[in-house]
């Protein structure tokens, strides 16, 4: 069996260790101390509108809402931080799947990492594969623009932002414009640059240089002009700090928030004019756009293409990735998942279905695989992982965007092989990635550490596909869309799941976060709407009368994945910000309610109609709607209330649904998962 | 992975397809043209690499099956790209008539399928987005003549297509599989394992061994 390269000595080589290869644990990371740390929350978050000149510190900000808990047997509430990370670098080169020649692999590219059998041949191939792009290292003229900026350019807040409501939810408001860049590369300059202002929210990229490596709003010709301005307010945060952590600065305006990481050679910037976003969410979403960098290029190259290179425009190395930033920029502040430290959310399925599957990917697990993922729309339906290992819910998140936000993979029949850096995990080295969507919505996911794993993961996906079909789990028709779903996961989420109870309880919407495991579950969005935003009238104004919306919980049993998804972001995006704003209460002292632990908003201004209410009529709306989050050792309760429903009743909703999920738990938690 | 036909009157092959080309000259899009006949005007790029297959029937009693690897073409997966095309029998190689730099790219792509890649590796070189220059002649970059004669030097197919209008698609990839040996066992060294997966040619068992190397 020779091939024309055997003549190639790295081919050859490469050759014999795929042959060769299991995953080794030692490549990993190690496990994080096994403790269970009481949830540090930021003690002095700024009411809106805060001081002019707030500097928070990361120590209570950036870090602790994605990994507030570690629960090592969890599957995915480890906490895997930059340290431990480095701790695995000793062990990446000596991976064995990483095959010389490599530059995409974790061995490759770790230059920094120089142990006598692979730091400096890794150097080389990072360089080899950076060459091409290294060595013309433009100087594109941007920084000439830098000069002619003024500080009155900086992206302001919107004309309308003070009579904003975030829980306006008939407008358009709350959600967070997406790109719309070819509407502003038709128009003319002055209306793109009052376009470009209008915009909520902003997130800028850019490097120790002042080049734009990404920006969510605008082209280049609107950009660069404010680019003075944003290296100014970044420079002007940027005087050596106390600790090394103190990578975030923000302050507001009255009506702009603008908050900064540094995480050279990396400038992110966010501004925001939605009500009860905090300097921490600001950091939260930016420190996700950072990792979705790391994610397309690994925290070494990314750190080599800068060293002497001060003015390398990143741009050449991200390139096709813009559309995954901007979908983060665009659901992020929508996403309750993320909201509530990238927790997972988990399909609603029974136990007895979820072990078939759990069993299965065991069954027909890969020599090379590392993880083993079932998802539904924006959501778990099962994993296998080694035992040693976790995954870190911000990986899922961006792996849930990369996923479900951007139309590149959910095409039904292509299977995708992609190389990925999951920087929670390893940030230092690529993973592949084999994504099928074997039905709509439905994706498989098998993760390997060695890049000729295609195959064997692909046989994998067929097998088990083909369990499933066969448990009844998966429809056998031939037919897209409707009855193409876990059946057992949707029925039962519709039917006996959430949608009945919470029409007795009293409450309109609700979500509750396992802390420990750092998994969400929470009922479909109730009034939902179409992918077209209703126009008022044809919202029917019965409609909150006691009783849900006939759209959430009975018939369309078959609704499609996809339409799920487009209308629950929709919709969940209103509630959100109601979520947003109880977690600032409870954040922040000198907080209502009961200290820490519980906190109610009234809901009750004309322009905070919720979703059902039509706005034709919103004075009509007489009766309050309370809000609530509950804060327990296990959960996180977040609820909303139906009109008219008083405090006392809320509480005792609250109750009635934690007993649903305690007795529910099999169902709603992903305790562990499959392990090998 | 591969069900062939039982009758003996009927050949079946599958060949490993690969798309090369720059980030944007519409790989992607000729290959959606292709399998599912559908062209997208607001395609996002390629990450990583996707995998089709398709199944053409050449004439009467052969069905010819390809497995495709749409690469990305972005620079970064530059390192990644022998593993897709390693074992191909056969590439695309992809230009954007509008653009003459990408020619340059697919040049390089040519060179470097012709000392890395299958020695036999059949090699199409697609000039693509040809609907552009349809409309509207400045617009095109590289002209007809110069593409096809530097193809005929390298020994490569040759077509203008596009995949919006569909014009030549089908064509590119039959004119491929005409090219592909059906009779002799094609490619080198495939091994299952490394998901190699060559000419498997029932109905002539011979042809099995035939051209293995091994
Ligand atoms: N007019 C025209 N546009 C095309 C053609 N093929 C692709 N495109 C467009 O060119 C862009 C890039 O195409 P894509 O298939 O993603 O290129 P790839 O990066 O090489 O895969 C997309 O916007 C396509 O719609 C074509 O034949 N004619
Ligand atoms: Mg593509």
Known sequence: MSTRKDTNPKENTSDRHSDLLTVSEDYFPPLPPRSLPAPQLPTHLPARPPPLSHRASTASLAAKATTAISLPEGVYAQQQDGVSSGNASGNVTTAPSFSEGDAGSIRSIAPTVSTADGGEEGRENLEMMLSEILEEDREDGILAGLGTLRASALPRTTTEADDYSDLDLDSDSESVDSHSGDEEDAAPEEQRLHHFRSHRKHFFILSAAGKPVFSFHGNDSIVIPHLGAISAIISSFSTPSSSTTDNLQSFATPTTLFTVLSLPPLYLLATSTLPYETPYHLSAQLSLLHSQILSTITTPTLQSAFKNRFNFDLRRLIGGTEPILRSLCTHLPSSTSHLLSNALCILHLRASHRRIIHNMLIQYRAPSLLYGLILAPHKLVAVCRPKRHSLHPSDLQLLFNLLYNTPTFAEVGTEHWVPLCLPKFNDKGFLHVYVCFFTEGLACVLVSADKEAFYQLREMREKLVEGMKKAGLVSKGGHAGKDMIIKAGILEEKVKGYDNPVATWGVRHWVVKERGLVQITMPRCPGRMKKKRPKPEALSPGVDAGQITPDAGSSSTGSNAADNTDTEVDTSSRYTSIWRRLWTEVHTPPTSGVKGKIAFITIDSPSEALPESSSQAPQSISKQRQALLHVTQPYEIYAIGRKGVTRDQMIRAVREIVRWVKREEERVWVVGGATF | ?214
């Open chain 2, 1 to 214: 992975m591969s069900h062939p036909r039982s009758s003996t009157s009927q050949r079946f092959a599958q060949f490993k397809l690969v798309l090369l080309g720059e980030s944007a000259v519409g790989k992607s899009s000729l290959v959606l043209r292709f399998v599912k006949d559908q062209f997208d005007d607001y395609r996002e790029s390629t990450i990583g690499a996707a995998f089709l297959t398709q199944t053409i029937a050449l004439d009467e009693s052969t069905t010819v099956k390809f497995e495709i690897w749409d690469t990305a073409g972005q620079e970064r997966y530059k390192s990644l790209a022998p593993m897709y095309y390693r074992n191909a029998n056969c590439a695309v190689v992809v230009y954007d008539i509008t653009q003459a730099a990408s020619l340059d790219k697919a040049k390089a792509w040519v060179k470097e399928l012709q000392r890395q890649a299958n020695e036999n590796i059949v090699i199409a070189l697609a000039g693509n987005k040809l609907d552009l220059a349809t409309a509207q002649p400045s617009k095109r970059a590289v002209e007809t003549a110069e593409a096809e004669a530097y193809a005929r030097e390298a020994g490569l197919l040759f077509f203008e297509t596009s995949a919006k209008t569909a014009e030549n698609v089908q064509q590119l990839f039959t004119a491929i599989a005409r090219k592909l040996p059906l009779d002799q066992q094609g490619p080198r060294g495939l091994r299952q394992g490394a998901g190699g997966r060559g000419v498997d040619l029932k109905g002539g068992a011979a042809a099995q061994q035939q051209g293995c190397n091994c």
